[in-house]
């Protein structure tokens, strides 16, 4: 198996490759995924060169303009393409929320019967700070029918969750939390080895079960992480 690699590591870049190699994968297989994002061949450059390098022809730079990004991902989607739009940053997904609300989580409810359905996946990341740039509006989009809202804690979560958005009819909310730092009880071998074989039977959305005692704790991200610690001591 061909290994997607970040070239330069940022905060979380085993999370990232989880993603980046889920998307690779997929679009080895399946021609119809693209990817549209403001910047996208230089993220890709950067974070997932193995994808530019076999797929360049399907990646398109946007705009400055997210709003725009997921009405052109909405319109490709009904040509037949498997959109993955990079938003970049959670706070942005504030500009194109009729988009999405009212356009992209619709698709499949108002299409001519017959029609094959549509599948789309919309990514952004959590930061760490900031007014604008340190927000967390995962908790409005799961209450909007005919979202999936995704926001894995681990890379192996992160790989898996990604082929199985792109295996599913309907649309995705991809968010990468940026909180999650390097460390973990994974590494990159483990990535690379140890990955949930999604492209084969029915895909599945899951929870990662890590504790097995009498009280549960539900969390996403890294809060994942920081409950570990209470957890382990009954607290």
Known sequence: MTTVKAQAFYRNHLLRDGINQAIYDAMQIDPSIYLFGEGAWVKARYDAPQILAEFRERIMTMPIAEDGSVNFAV???????????????????????????NTAAKLNFVQAEGEPPKTMVIRAEFLTGGPTTGQRPEALFAHIPGLNVVVPSTPRDAYGLMRTALQTPGVAIFFEDRMIADQGPWTAQDLRENLPKTDKGKPQWFATLTRDKAADMGTVGHAHHEAQDPAEHGG
Do not use: E, N
């Open 75 to 101: 319109g490709a989607s009904l040509l037949g393409v498997k959109p993955v739009v990079d938003i970049i940053t959670a706070d942005f997904l504030y500009r194109c929320f009729d988009s999405i609300a």
